[in-house]
Each structure stands twice: as C-alpha cells, then as structure tokens.
C-alpha cells in the first residue's frame, strides 16, 4: 500500500486530510508537531510525535516510516520563532540562519526545498481537500447588505495586495476603510483587533495570495473564524472562492445564520 505523511499543526484539517487520504488508498502517516498539534487521535494509520523546533528530527522520522511523500496542514504560528521556550535543532537552526528574510513563503520554500533534498516530495493540500473547497456564491441563508457588498469588493483588493506583499492574507474592513491587516498574530486575532476598532458591521476578507504555493499555507476557514466574528458582531465573511478550504462546512453556515452573518465566496 502507498504511504503519505501528514505533517500536523493546529486544528481539525489535518484529521479531514488524513481521512481522505485513507479513502484514495493511502496508508497515513501522521507527524505531529507538539506541543501545537491537537485533533489527531484516530484519524491516522500511525501517528509519531515531533517538537515544533526539531527539522532534523522531522526528517529523521519521515525517513524512518518510509515516507517519500507529504502534506503539510494545520496552522503552525510564526510567533512559535519567538517563544524562548522552543528550541530549534541544528538543522532548523542552520536553516534559519541562511533565510534572506521571515516572510511565510521564504520559510516554508526553505522547508520545502529541506525535505526535497531528503526524497521527500510535498504535495499539494487542495488534491485531498476536492470537498472542501470554497464555492463562489453566497453559501449562507443571510445575504449581505448592499453596503456589505461593497466593502467585501473593497477588501478583496486590500487584502490580494497584503497577500502579494508576504504580510497576511485577511483583512476587516468598514466602510471601505482598513481596520486591520493579519500579520504575524493570526487571522481571529486580527479578527477581534478589527472588530474592536470597527464596532458592529465589520466584513472579514480572507484570499489566497496571488502568488501561492498550494503545497503549504492554503488559506482555511472553519466555525472558529465564525465564532471569533461573533465576538466581535462581525456582519459578513467574504472568501476567495476556489482557492480556500472551508472545514466543517454544514456547522459553520449554521452557525453563521444563527448570527446574522453572511458567508460569500468571491
């Protein structure tokens, strides 16, 4: 039987991936990269253990499993740099330490290329995420008001432009006026930031960056982006349509209606 590995970060993706795979015939081999991974008991074929900070361990263990072909998912947080108590290997360190910068795409090329150049080849998510692509549409029974609709169109092109950029890939806007822009602190966190500043109303833009490798950082939404809206009595969610995943898609449209807000593929 043909093995995948699953290199797991945060959140219920890496446990749908794994259950697709399984059912195109894989055997799952799941990494899970502590102390961030969660959701992974039962979903996998085998399940190993790795710390976040550990490239040469990661490796080590792909090899040793057999695995010559991987995903990445799950959020893995670029803060995890900046926390003392995670400790790089050698290899994550030497790594690091050649990067022309920290932007996302210039870490994650250079994780990719690392395990290139073990024989392991990254895949793309979205070939194991086919059901849970974003459709184009309004997929809510809450349509957006007219207002809305003009400041999702208005946010689109904000956030295609923080998204070529390298800095994130949501925006909250009202109004037509920038309220935040997701950086380094995550998409819930600019999420509260946004409504906070903006009050009731806010409209949450998340895309893919134009120049995206689907193989890691495909942008994901899920009923956790919803109920972080809630919070804040956001008004509506606008997503690139075809090039996002949407986990948990039936839960978060109810969730979604049961609050007033409006979810669109754009």
């Not at 995670?86 to 290329?113: E, G, S, W, Y």
């Not at 974003?134 to 207002?147: D, E, F, N, S």
């Amino acid at each position: 039987m043909k093995k995948i590995g699953i290199i797991s970060g945060k959140g219920s993706l890496p446990c749908l991936l794994a259950e697709e795979a399984k059912r195109q015939g894989y055997h799952v081999v799941m990494i899970a990269l502590e102390p961030i991974a969660d959701h992974t008991n039962g979903c996998a074929d085998e399940i190993r253990r790795v710390n976040v900070g550990k490239l040469g361990r990661l490796i080590k263990t792909l090899k040793e499993a057999g695995i010559t072909e991987t995903i990445m998912a799950g959020k893995v947080s670029k803060k995890l740099l900046y926390k003392s108590d995670i400790q790089p290997d050698v290899r994550a360190i030497k790594l690091l330490f050649k990067l022309k910068d920290k932007k996302d795409d210039t870490i994650l090329q250079a994780i990719t290329d690392e395990l290139q150049s073990e024989g392991i080849r990254l895949l793309e998510t979205m070939d194991f995420a086919k059901e849970m692509i974003m459709p184009r549409g309004v997929i809510t029974k809450t349509k957006p008001a007219r207002a809305t609709e003009a400041d999702i169109e208005f946010g689109y092109k904000m956030a295609l432009e923080i998204g070529r950029l390298d800095i994130g890939q949501t925006v909250v806007v009202k109004d037509r006026a920038v309220m935040a822009v997701e950086a380094i602190e995550g998409t819930d966190e600019a999420i509260r930031r946004g409504g906070m500043l903006s009050g009731p109303g806010a409209v949450v833009v998340k895309v893919a960056k134009p120049q995206q490798d689907f193989r890691y950082d495909v942008p994901v939404v899920g009923t956790e982006t919803i109920k972080t809206m809630i919070e804040v009595k956001a008004s509506a969610l606008a997503v690139e349509a075809e090039r996002a995943i949407i986990v948990h898609k039936e839960e978060m449209i109810r969730l979604a209606d049961d609050n007033s807000i409006s979810i669109v593929g754009i």
